[in-house]
C-alpha cells in the first residue's frame, strides 16, 4: 500500500474520486495507484506531486509488512 499517497490524499480532504476527478483518471485508477497494483504513468506522479507538493520519493514510499 502507497500509505504516503493516501495520508496525502486524505490531508487535503480528497476522497479517491475527487482525486481521479483533478487528475482526470478514474476513482478505480486512483484505488489502484493507492493499494500498489498500478505504478501509474510518469505524467499522473508528477501531477501527483505538483498537486501534494511533495516529491515523488516521498509518495511512493510503500508501506512494508
Not at 504516503?4 to 490531508?11: F, H, Q
Amino acid at each position: 500500500m502507497r500509505i504516503n499517497l493516501i495520508n496525502a490524499r486524505k490531508e487535503a480532504n480528497l476522497t479517491q474520486r475527487e482525486l481521479g476527478e483533478l487528475l482526470d483518471v478514474s476513482e478505480r485508477h486512483i484505488n489502484s495507484l493507492e493499494a500498489g497494483a498500478s505504478d501509474g504513468s510518469i505524467p499522473l506522479w508528477k501531477r501527483l506531486r505538483e498537486l501534494f507538493s511533495e516529491t515523488i520519493d516521498l509518495l511512493e514510499q510503500v508501506e512494508q509488512k
